[in-house]
């Protein structure tokens, strides 16, 4: 097993158009309509900066409807 | 096991060599050939075929110049000479003669030759020929002249002599001897194989290698393969299947220089590409597998035809972002390491399953092999070989260099085990895996793509819909209906009707209260009333207002229903005035009590709300495995667009009238009262939470129901009921959903609820109400434990993804993944459980996001998807993963079962982990704990079986009607009632009990068997009660019969007329033919038991007691007065009348001579042999033994001394009395060849000594017997294990022209085939087709 497999995997903290925030693993290609965000770690670390920066829940659309 | 078991064929149709032949030149077979000769014995040629050598010549070779070459090439290689021979008793040796030659067969001429069609007729028959193994050479040639002018030479050798890798050597050396190159030397030393191996099994060198086996597999070990069929447990047929395929040379050529790019050798990347698709199949990375060595590399070898090919057992630690190329080194390693530490298969299996346990499970299910390519120049085209492997193993796939430079493969597999559709793709996929993995340095086991784009869209895709939605929310699709048909009925609730007009007017109302108390978008409103128009219209009256709606149940728990109302932010509740207390205080809510509402002064009209598509339409609480109930929010936009998709798949219109019976608190019940609203039809809505089943089928009968959707877990009831009373309405359709729903209720329902259609629901509460379904008409049949859950609806896709979001193969187990626009927008106030369970979409080419379900399913052939258990319900213990499904579905199997349940939990009192079953019972009928659980022993592997069954009334079901796991009792230990002795003789009997088990208290109820007496214990008993009561006459069979000591009191007082029985009632009654069981040596009928109870309750069964431990028991008795009592017992009860025998191990004899004993005087449909083993050489009759010089002498010194010292002296002197010189010579033999010392240990009925004793005395008896034809129905089986010993099991066909050949029992051995389902099985098959 090389070395490079016994490294943790990363992952990404991920939004799409409509703001709703997830997580991604780095290894694997960013789906269509999603992008990154400057924020990677472990899977829980990102699930945990997701709680502090994800405030509205409502998708932008609404957002901007509302206002 | 002993080999002297069974008795000799001294006298039967086959040579004997013995004496004739001295001992310096003939050789002890190989643990392998000894397998294939037991094989051979039992008729079996399907596992090992014929090794076959075809090659096509061009006309410039001569006849002449072939046979010159055929000659040579036997003389250089013995395997093609080797002859075989038996010794006395049955023992096996090879040996070969240097002047002799395979025998050649010639057909055509020059100026006669054959057609192509007559060639191929020919040789296709001479390659089906059988051997005969004892009578001639293992190899023979055939020569034809083809009209096309080419030469074909046909050599079939024998696989004992021969495997894959000889063959190639025989075609190597033939096309050199044609070509009249010279060919190395070769030290043929064939035939010395078995005798080193046999030297080299008793070396260190051996004791370490078996070591490092045990360490590496352990006694817990999962040998990996492809998913299995349904139910493929407990069947195991010999059938097998092929599945041919090639790979083109573009790929075998890049994968071969990738191979050497990374200095591996090619076949290595198949390797792994084979162990990346159990991989991949199995879900699991530590593979344990096979692999098949030619087993060559070793000096010399190479160049010799013989059979040493092994199998290989790999273990792989991998994990899926493991790359290709380190799965190919950890290959490397494993077969380097393995073939350091090289133990013959066929041992090393019987020294790892050595577990009861674990019998029934292989430790290599899958297997690789890689064929090298054969030289081939100077042949003519049409040279090829087909790819005929062994099939020992449950599968293997075979690979091997074609003429076109690329790859032929083969799965060969067994046909009970896999789906041939499976097999299919998973060859394409091995495809697919080697184009991929050679893409580069660095591609991972998980980067590869197994499913193609087009069949992913084909497997995602939702039910075909063409119909287009609007955007309208679901609010204003109801209301629209108030318009157009104001008057016409939408709700009829108990007495109350409601039109579609009143309804509407209602909402408009409070909807223009709730907009002035600031009610609007994103704002939630919780409905605290229960389900009643008045909730639908607070539910309407919400959405017109531009609200959140959260259904809250009144009855449900304060302490849910407070969470709720804090965690939903409500800004207004509406509850009623007698339900106030319900309603915490300091919360920042508006109530309104409905029932004190004064409305009148609100507009009838609608509000001017717009409500946007993104906006809440309800948030609804689901409750998890853990922790407080979340709240799912979901909006407009989606919520419409599945309600219209949702109609038009349920075939909904303004006809419909539905009785949603699924409550509020569930995302479903909302569905059901919708959907028909929004379509201008009607519902009926229950006035309490549950209707009896009476009541539910009285309302639908009475307001002329079309339509009704139902939870899962009342379906059950509901059907009984209608079943019993035959009250079902005509339906249209009836949609379900909520749980797994079992097959046997599926079909029940399907029958009994008198519906066209019929919907199986399933969906998660996070991907709107029913994001799936199942929809089929009545009647239809489904292969599998739980209903399919089908297909998505909507504008929706599912997947079933690996950890790695790979799509699964179909049938390959994964988790489920819902798609698409119809999902909620998360979960309120929980933004990371939101991001964690709502990812984004790798597969859409818009963008959205994937719902994690949690569930795992498969994909079936259809493209619906099954439900298989929740990802958390698959649990480990001790080791052993189960899936507890698995067992739910065996409990649901048993007779009365209505509900099952399994789950894992501390038990209370240990602190250990157990597994509880929770039972409920099918209407009007009562659990038989006990017998489940003994069905569920017989059904399941040992650490499948719950620890405790629990019968409950009803399953505990939580407010979102789903089953509450947290609300189910821990099972109470059982209490015994100890029944005290009621007279003197019980309480005599009983004492023996408690000293002899040795266990205190028992009851005089209890059943011996049940706790824990067996046939020793029996004995000890009968002797123990002898002393104290000389007159007692009672027998071993006598305590069988009447296992309690109340009953077997009875027995010992009623006296001599009563006890003394040889026989036990195994089963009494039964309407098919009697089946009488002859035991083998030292077991009692008891081992019957869990064949009996497999073959059900209309199969009678006797058995009789072994000869060993009965009363009547003398010295030199023979056969015939053996089988004497047993004859007169037959007799006398089935005169003239069908039955059936079955022998295992010696009784197999005694079976058989019962048989000729009775002939035409019963009506024998069948026997069945089980196991059934020739005499060892050591007591047969015209063996002579060999000693050392001095060593008889010492042997007999040490007897003499050992007489000396036992106990049971008197009784060995009775048998070494009836013994002559030869018959003492053996025994001395006998006793010089045991490992251990002699024992002294006896007379006790287990010693080691006294069951010394009773081996010697039944060799004593069967050394003489000689088997003598007869025309009888035989059907006989081998257990795997006795092959892999190389045992001689009788071929039964030799004795009667209606025999068949064995099948092969795999995974268990002599003395437990007995118990094994496996054979259960099988059995019951053949005593039915003869019947």
Known sequence: MSAENLLPETWSVVRDREDRYSVWADDKALPVGWSKEPVSGTRDECLQKIKEIWIDPRPLGLQRAMT | MNKLFAPNQANDTVVVDDVSRSASDSFPLSLAQKRIWSLEQIGNSTVFPLQVLTLRWHSTVTLDQLQHALAQLAKRHSALRTRFCRFAGGRIEQFSDVSEVPPVETLGSDSNPLTAVEAEEHEAEFISRPFDLLSGVSSRCQLIVTAQGTLNSTIVLHPIVCDDAALSILQRDLIALINN?????????????????????????????????????????????????????????????HRPFQLDSTLWTSVKLYAKQHELKADLVLSAAFAVLLARYSGNYSLQHGALLSNRDADGRGQIVCRVEQILPLKLELTSRARVLDVCRAVDSAIVTGTRNLVPFERLVQEIQTHEEREQDAIVKSLFEFRESRIQSGLAPGSSFTLAPRSDIELALVVSP????GLDALFDYAEDIYEPGLIERASIHFGRILAQAIGGTDIRIKDIQFIAKDELDILSAPYEDTGVNDDRPVHEHIAAHAARTPDKTAIIYADEVWSHDRLDQSANRLA??????????????????????????????????????IPVEPDHPTTRNHHILHDGGVKVILTNSWLLDRIPDGLDAIILELDKLDLSQEPHTAPDVQVHKDQLAYIMYTSGSTGLPKGVAVEHGPLTHHMQNTSRVYGMSELSRELPFLPFSSDGGHERWMNPLMEGGSIILPDQPLWTPEETLTAMRKHGANNASIPTTYLQQLAEWADLTDSAPPMRLYSFGGEGLAQQTFDLLSKALKSEWLINGYGPTETIMTPMVWKVRAGQK???????????????????LDPDLNPCPIGVTG????????????????PDVTADRFIPDPFSKEGGRLYRSGDLTRWREDGTVEFVGRVDHQVKLRGYRIELGEIE????????????????????????????????????????????????????????????????????????????????????????????????????VLDIWQQILNISPISVEDNFFAIGGNSLGAIRILSALRQRQPQNRTTIADLFNNPTIRSFAKVIEAGNDQAGSEVIVLRASGTKPMLYCFPGLLVSTREYVKLVDYLGADQPATGFICYSLSEQKQIGASVDEIIESYVDYIRSHSKGQPCYFLGWSWGGLLAYEAARRLGDEIDLRLITMVDVCDLGTEFAIGSTPRFKPGERDQLHQMVQEWLSQTAMRAEWDRLLGVMDSDTYDQFLRFVGDEKDELPTDGPDISSREHTFWILIDNALIFRRHQLQPHNVPIHSWAADDSLNRGLNLIDWRRYSPRANPAEIISGTNHLHVIGSQAFHSRLAHRLNEAL
Do not use: C
Request: aromatic share 6%; net charge negative; no cysteine.
């Open chain 2, 782 to 800: 489904f292969e599998g434990t739980y209903a399919p859950i089908g297909r998505a609806v909507g504008n929706r896709r599912v997947y079933v």
């Open chain 2, 889 to 988: 579905a065996g409990l649901l199997q048993q007779e009365g079962v209505g509900e099952a349940l399994v789950v894992l939990r501390d038990d209370e009192a240990t602190k250990q982990k157990m597994l509880v079953a929770y039972v409920v019972p099918k209407q009007g009928r009562e659990l038989e704990i006990a017998d489940i659980h003994s069905a569920l022993e017989r059904a399941l592997p040992a650490y499948m079986v719950p620890s405790a069954i629990v019968s409950l009334t009803s399953m505990p079901i939580n407010p979102n009607s789903k089953l509450d796991r947290f609300a189910l009792p821990a099972p109470t230990p059982l209490k015994r009632t100890i029944i005290e002795p009621q007279n003197a003789m019980e309480a005599e």
């Open chain 2, 402 to 405: 074609n003429e076109s430079g």
């Open chain 2, 815 to 830: 988790e489920l993944y819902i798609a698409g626009e119809g999902m909620a927008r998360g979960y309120i106030g929980k």
């Open chain 2, 512 to 549: 223009h209260r709730l907009v002035k108390l600031g009610v609007g978008a994103d704002i939630s409103v919780a409905i605290a009333v229960k389900r009643s128009p008045e909730a639908i219209v607070g539910i309407l009256a919400t959405l017109k207002a531009g609200g959140a709606y």
């Open chain 2, 181 to 241: 190159e010279a060919l190395a030397p070769v030290i043929d030393d064939n035939l010395l194989h078995g005798a080193r191996e046999e030297e080299w099994l008793e070396t260190n060198d051996f004791t370490t290698a078996l070591a490092h086996w045990r360490n590496l597999i352990g006694e817990e070990y999962t040998a990996t393969t492809l998913p299995t069929r349904f139910n493929a447990i407990g069947y195991a047929g010999a059938k097998r299947q």
